[in-house]
């Protein structure tokens, strides 16, 4: 065989050899989507998951429905039935399952109550709504409180919750003996990253057809300020609650709700009129809402304890549950520092 001959022979091992890599390659991407066909669509987050099947597995024997306007609110009552009452309201994204730390070890000194906030958990979204301002969210604890004839209760709430908490507490003081605060929103920030792109147009649109189960995942770990805690059914919780059918078009407009308080100037404004007995509970590794907001808080409320626990993040009640329901215990026991 000649020079030319060696070299066209060379030539077709090099194509053939291309076409070799480019088929494995190929082969590669589709044996990986068949894969991830094959986990289902619930993984991908592209189908709703049916309510009948997120009820069953993750309601109980306590949960509880009530009719306010076109919602239908999931709640638990439970605890020691003619205890102090404790109401508690989770954070964005996230369910009444969040305080389930919180219920374990303060179920035998008080009457517990939890909801799941409109366009969460097994809730939903509300049909009648594109927008859930503060104003909305309290009204319907109001008549959430109403309709379960709770004249005076704590109030606890994380994140979102502690934002409607504080403002609940103002709206409606005589309703409120003591407040907690778990990292909650009131001063203007930042949003967390993957909230404020989803609240983008387009992107938000997208996120209501494909959510997947990795991108909740990392969202959960971020939160956390030891990620070794967040567990595979805690991620599948959180991704799960947020395929209910409706959810994820209810979070995409909270988002943009919150979007649009967190960057007005006045939104921490009448804090300082909030003079209900506050403890602040705040996680020192906290990215969503930093230390800087709770300096906030602390200077502006008139009665108000502090407690920042180092190596914790976002939600402290699902992060280490037994102490800081300890916390809270001791709170809602002692004398408040206007009765002194």
Same mark, same amino acid.
């Given at each position: ?5 060696? %070299? ?22 589709? /044996?990986? #989507? ?5 986990? @289902? ?15 069953? %597995? &993750?309601? !109980?024997?306590?949960?509880? &429905?009530?009719t306010? @306007?076109?919602l239908?609110?999931? &709640? %638990? ?5 003619? @205890? ?22 303060? #179920?035998?000194?008080y009457?517990? /109550? ?8 097994l ?28 004249p005076?209760?704590?109030?606890? $709430?994380?994140s979102? @919750?502690?934002?409607?908490?504080? !403002? ?53 770990r971020e ?8 567990? #595979?059914?805690?991620? %599948?919780?959180?991704h ?70 180092? $190596? ?14 300890a916390? #809270? ?12």
């Amino acid at each position: 065989m000649g020079e030319r001959g060696s %070299r066209e022979v060379n030539m077709l091992i090099c194509a053939a050899t291309t076409i070799t890599m480019r088929i494995t390659m190929l082969t590669r991407w589709l /044996v990986m #989507a068949a894969l991830l066909l094959l986990a @289902g669509c619930s993984s991908l987050g592209i189908a709703d998951r049916p309510l009948d099947e997120l009820q069953q %597995r &993750y309601s !109980n024997e306590r949960s509880q &429905y009530l009719t306010i @306007g076109a919602l239908n609110i999931h &709640y %638990r009552d439970e605890g020691k039935r003619d @205890g102090p009452v404790i109401l508690m309201l989770h954070g964005v994204a996230s369910s009444l399952h969040t305080w389930d730390g919180w219920v374990q070890a303060l #179920a035998p000194h008080y009457r517990l /109550v939890r909801i799941d906030l409109p366009a969460h958990g097994l809730t939903g979204p509300d049909p009648d709504r594109e927008r859930y301002d503060i104003d909305y969210m309290v009204e319907v604890l109001r008549e959430f409180t109403q309709q379960l004839q709770l004249p005076r209760f704590v109030l606890a $709430g994380n994140s979102l @919750g502690g934002y409607i908490s504080w !403002n609940y507490a103002l709206a409606h003081p005589q309703q409120v003996d003591k407040l907690i605060l778990l990292d909650a929103a009131g001063y203007p920030q930042d949003m967390p990253f993957i909230m404020s792109l989803a609240s983008w147009p387009l992107v938000g649109e997208m996120s209501q057809w494909f959510m997947p189960r990795f991108i909740v995942g990392m969202n959960v770990r971020e939160a956390y300020g030891d990620s070794d805690k967040v567990t #595979a059914e805690l991620v %599948r919780r959180y991704h799960d609650l947020s395929l209910r059918p409706g959810n994820r078009q209810g979070l995409t407009a909270v988002f943009r709700t919150m979007k649009e308080q967190s960057s007005n100037e006045q939104l921490g404004d009448r804090v300082a009129e909030v003079t209900t007995p506050t403890l602040l509970m705040w996680g020192a590794l906290d990215d969503w809402v930093p230390l800087s907001v709770m300096e906030r808080f602390a200077a502006d409320l008139p009665d108000v304890d502090v407690i920042v626990y180092d $190596g914790v993040g976002h939600m402290p009640m699902e992060e280490i549950p037994a102490r800081s329901a300890a916390d #809270a215990h001791r709170f809602i026991q002692a004398a408040s520092i206007a009765a002194e």
